[in-house]
């Protein structure tokens, strides 16, 4: 049923973007129309797939070290109180910081490769994770934790069998927003300085005046964060599977 409704909203905005370019009449260097995208992806497809691929593996391992680093960050801050007041300031930082500001420096430290958009993959994602898991943690059910030290729970058997599972649902929030940005930072880190991906692809075709091979470009990236997206979410409704969905005007 997802997957019907995924397709009804595509066709949609597939024929809202042929009305917009029919009705402006824009020429083609402004805005192709959807059949001028799919061209220039059928012509390149190799060229396209390889550059894709480069920038797929740069979100995975983003999103995957920046979700580690999130739950062990939140941990620390939850768990150890002299922690809260180093790491919190840490944790603000990172993102008052402007990400194309942090981009340069970080090319300049790791190089033109795969380490500087995985990091800039991370620091994006780092938060929104971190501060989720840890609001879960902190606001889990105080009977919960009274019952379990009644009954002589450990401190460790608490967090492994009450509070981590309590915080799930908040941890799951945030590690779907951060599956649905993570392709920011890949990205960003290719525009300011890279050798391969969809970002470097972007900026040759952007020189070129191919507006319609850029847009090819970017349907991919954008199919990579939906395919991103939903997979996570996929894995943490099995994941929370005692928790119910209901809309806030249930009764």
């Not at 809202?16 to 129309?33: E, R």
């Not at 290719?190 to 970002?199: F, I, K, Q, T, Y």
Request: glycine share 8%.
């Amino acid at each position: 049923m997802r997957a019907i409704r995924l397709c009804i909203t595509f066709a949609g905005l597939l024929v809202l973007w042929q009305l917009i370019v029919t009705a402006t009449a824009a020429p083609t260097y402004i805005l192709p129309a959807p059949l001028d995208v799919a061209i220039a992806m059928a012509e390149r497809p190799g060229l396209l797939l390889q550059h894709a691929w480069v920038t797929f593996a740069e979100i995975l391992l983003g999103l995957l070290f920046g979700t580690i680093l999130g739950i062990v960050s939140a941990l620390v801050i939850a768990l150890f109180r002299p922690a809260k007041r180093w790491l919190l300031p840490v944790l603000v930082i990172s993102q008052a910081l402007p990400v194309f500001a942090l981009a340069p420096l970080l090319v300049l430290w790791l190089g033109y490769g795969m380490p500087s958009k995985v990091a800039m993959a991370v620091l994006i994602i780092y938060f929104p994770v971190t501060a989720a898991f840890y609001d879960g943690l902190r606001r889990t059910e105080g009977g919960w934790l009274d019952l379990a030290r009644t009954m002589g729970a450990t401190r460790g058997a608490m967090l492994r069998h009450i509070r981590i599972p309590a915080a799930l649902p908040a941890f799951g929030s945030g590690l779907r927003v951060g599956a649905a940005i993570a392709p920011i930072g890949a990205v960003v880190g290719e525009w300011v300085g890279s050798s391969a991906g969809l970002g470097y692809l972007m900026l040759h075709a952007n020189a070129r005046m191919q507006v319609d091979f850029m847009f090819a470009a970017l349907a991919l990236l954008a199919s990579f964060g939906l395919a991103l997206y939903f997979t996570v979410d996929f894995g943490l409704r099995r994941l929370t599977y005692w928790q119910r969905e209901q809309s806030p005007f249930d009764d």
